[in-house]
């Protein structure tokens, strides 16, 4: 099993560019997060999906953020236009709905750096 | 809504020392389940151990172990014979089980150091 997959590792863009962050998750898992980590604020759930629907984005800190999942095997999250504050690492994560206690599995995130 | 909290930023312990990282939540659910995941310096998110609310038994991994307090909701995370590689950021993490709050809510986190 490959885990999930996140692309591309690092990022480092101008202010005013849109930023697309890609994510594969693990065959079988019907439902995908994305977070955001900083140091200020921790691990935050922006967005999840569950069989490509998303369900919850509250926590979507703005407009300039969006978040798709065109099939069961790709999401992506996308920042226009992006900001200094936005810089942080993005994670995406999946899961089996199937049981409570199935653990997410952590993609090894993207690092973003707005300049 | 849920919250985690970890007391501590940062924690360090003598290598094959045993060390406690403390987390505590505040729920009115009756049924959930937590987690401890471990964040080495390669930034990724790591399962260490789960622990189903019902369960009385405290769960074990290991050389991981946790104390599970339901009535005080506590969650602390044991870790006997520390090792180097246990150096890491972890977190701890609740998981509610009703339908529409089944995504993780994560504590602020406490850097492990190991010292040789």
């Known amino acids: 099993d490959a885990g999930v997959i996140q692309s591309p590792r690092h990022e480092v863009t101008e202010m005013g560019q849109e930023v697309t962050l890609r994510c594969k998750p693990i065959s079988g898992h019907n439902s995908l997060f994305w977070y955001r980590q900083t140091m200020m604020r921790g691990l935050e759930l922006l967005i999840y999906f569950n069989n490509n629907v998303p369900i919850d984005d509250s926590g979507m800190p703005e407009d300039r953020f969006s978040a798709k999942m065109p099939n069961a095997s790709f999401s992506t999250l996308k920042i226009q236009p992006s900001e200094p504050r936005d810089s942080a690492v993005y994670f995406c994560a999946s899961r089996t709905q199937s049981s409570y206690n199935s653990p997410l599995h952590f993609g090894n995130g993207t690092r973003l750096t707005v300049t | ?35 401890w995941y471990k964040q080495p310096p390669s930034r990724q998110m790591i399962l260490v151990i789960r622990q189903e609310a019902y369960k009385q038994q405290n769960a074990t991994e290991n050389r991981f172990s946790v104390n599970f307090q339901k009535a005080a909701k506590s969650f602390s995370l044991k870790i006997s014979d520390s090792q180097l590689g246990d150096a890491a950021m972890y977190f701890c993490a609740y998981r509610s089980t009703s339908g529409s709050a089944r995504q993780l809510t994560f504590g602020s986190g406490t850097q492990l150091t190991v010292l040789p």
């Open chain 2, 1 to 35: 809504a849920q919250t985690v909290t970890q007391s501590q930023p940062e924690m360090s312990v003598q290598e094959a020392e045993t060390v406690t990282l403390s987390c505590t939540y505040d729920t009115s659910e009756s049924d959930y389940y937590l987690f």
